[in-house]
């Protein structure tokens, strides 16, 4: 029971473009959602996160947005450098069974 | 200060054997989740220790356990390992429990266990 999904397991993007990586959840309850970026060889690292009570979170070339109504939430890059190159596991909290859980991962391929 | 320390960072075992993986959390942090990273699963949650007590499972066999000690440090142990169980496994400190209260979790660098 996959309760946050990242449907596309790739995605390659020109540098100096947008990119955008999705994510879906299905359970209500989950009110905190974060996003996280893994290079090769090492752990998770912390990229942004967004409250449940907003719809947007900027930190510099980063934005997340959240579709409460779809349950959907989206990571934007822009402009996309060959650095993000990683995978991008988006995860999200029910903060009431206290459960940190993430989706499956989107490889992003940013190409010079 | 010092992040999360894995170890060992690769193994190798035998189908039917057993191993123990360490997490070292952050100086200071109480809660320590484990997950299995394999291609196209994703993070996987195992478990989550909290001043020495699991907290909350995930969904595995009971192949698959774990502890934590006084100092934080925690332990995962597998038993009678089968080829599936090669994966990456990251463990991760946070503050508090689960993430709660908005906190971020941090990880480690891995484990890489093969199975063979």
């Known amino acids: 029971d996959q309760q946050v999904k990242q449907n596309s397991p790739s995605l390659s993007v020109q540098e100096g473009r947008i990119s955008i990586l999705n994510c879906d959840y299905t359970n209500s309850m989950f009110d905190y959602f974060l996003w996280y970026k893994k290079y090769p060889a090492e752990g998770p690292t912390f990229l942004i996160s967004?409250?449940?009570?907003?719809d947007k979170n900027e930190d510099g070339r980063f934005t997340v947005f959240l579709n409460k109504s779809a349950k959907h939430l989206s990571l934007h890059i822009v402009p996309s450098q060959p650095g993000d190159s990683a995978v991008y596991f988006c995860?999200?909290?029910?903060?009431?069974?206290?459960?940190?859980?993430f989706g499956q991962g989107t490889r992003l391929t940013i190409n010079p | 200060k010092a992040g999360v320390t894995q170890t060992p960072r690769y193994l190798i075992k035998t189908r039917g054997q057993q191993v123990t993986l360490s997490c070292s959390p952050i100086?200071?942090?109480?809660?320590v989740s484990w997950y299995q990273q394999t291609p196209g699963q994703g993070l996987q949650f195992l478990f989550e220790?909290?001043?020495?007590?699991?907290?909350n499972k995930g969904n595995f066999p009971g192949r698959f356990s774990g502890r934590q000690f006084s100092n934080s440090r925690s332990e995962m142990n597998v038993s009678t390992l089968e080829l599936g169980d090669s994966a990456l496994y990251l463990c991760?400190?946070?503050?508090?429990?689960?993430?709660?209260?908005?906190?971020?979790?941090?990880f480690g660098q891995g484990t890489r266990l093969t199975v063979v």
């Open positions: 967004i409250s449940s009570i907003k």
């Open positions: 100086s200071g942090h109480r809660s």
């Open positions: 220790y909290f001043s020495e007590t699991q907290r």
């Open positions: 995860a999200a909290i029910d903060q009431g069974a206290q459960k940190l859980v």
């Open positions: 991760a400190s946070s503050l508090r429990r689960g993430g709660a209260a908005n906190t971020e979790a941090f």
